[in-house]
């Protein structure tokens, strides 16, 4: 049988982007679950986008920031910075929601702004995406019978999950608005990413229901 470089090219793409995703998705939820039982008891306070700081510049020259915030405790000032590169700057005073430990208000984080948020959305990202793809190429070319109201589903779905994690990420927030007092103009894109998957998920159910009168 003669060897098909082009498809085993694609095959090793997909499948290192799902290999890439599991993982990615593994630590997210790994890093999640231990983040939430240790800050279950701290407050939240509003953080205030105050500067800047180069995280990384990578071999093209694209730089991301770490990114400062204030936020204000039992009469005094403390700093937070998020634990990840951001390629997009604030603008000044735009915020964010912080957690911090009562009796330590210097131990504090970012909600939406950690390391875990960012495997979590790219996990996501990198495994269930490349899924849809197969298993659209396999509905295509008849290897599959699927439903076509769970597939206009399940697209609208992919769309509002991949939306709400980058809302979350700019946020903390799973409210696109909060995104919006964070990064600005910069949240559209992922808030209409959340209003296009519900329409669509929407949009089926209701044909569904129609179809079925």
Same mark, same amino acid.
């Given at each position: 049988?003669?060897?098909?470089? =082009? ?20 630590? &997210? ?13 701290? #407050? ?26 204030? #936020? ?32 330590? /208000? ?6 939406? &702004? ?9 996990? !996501?990202? #990198?495994?269930?995406? /490349? ?17 076509? =109201?769970?597939?206009? !589903? ?5 769309? #509002? ?9 700019? &946020?903390?927030?799973?409210? /696109? ?19 296009? &998957? ?13 179809? =079925?009168?």
């Amino acid at each position: 049988m003669k060897f098909d470089f =082009k498809k085993a090219v694609i095959i090793l793409l997909f499948a290192s982007a799902l290999l890439a995703g599991f993982i990615l998705l593994f630590l &997210g939820i790994k890093d999640s679950i231990a983040l939430a039982i240790k800050t279950k008891d701290w #407050f939240d306070a509003t953080g205030y986008f105050r500067d800047y700081s180069i995280y990384d510049v990578d071999d093209d020259g694209e730089t991301t920031y770490r990114l400062r915030y204030v #936020f204000y405790s039992g009469g005094a000032e403390y700093f937070v910075e998020t634990d990840y590169g951001s390629g997009v700057i604030p603008e000044t005073d735009s915020v964010r929601t912080v957690l911090y430990e009562p009796e330590n /208000p210097q131990n504090a984080i970012l909600k939406g &702004g950690t390391a875990s948020a960012t495997y979590l959305t790219i996990g !996501f990202m #990198f495994t269930f995406i /490349p899924i849809f793809m197969i298993v659209c190429w396999l509905w295509i070319n008849g290897k599959i019978k699927l439903h076509v =109201k769970i597939f206009d !589903f399940t697209a609208g779905f992919l769309i #509002f999950a991949v939306g709400e994690l980058c809302v979350y990420m700019m &946020g903390g927030s799973v409210f /696109p608005w909060k995104a919006f007092g964070s990064m600005g103009f910069l949240a559209i894109i992922p808030s209409i990413m959340v209003a296009a &998957g519900i329409l669509q998920m929407v949009k089926t159910i209701v044909n569904g229901v129609k179809e =079925k009168k």
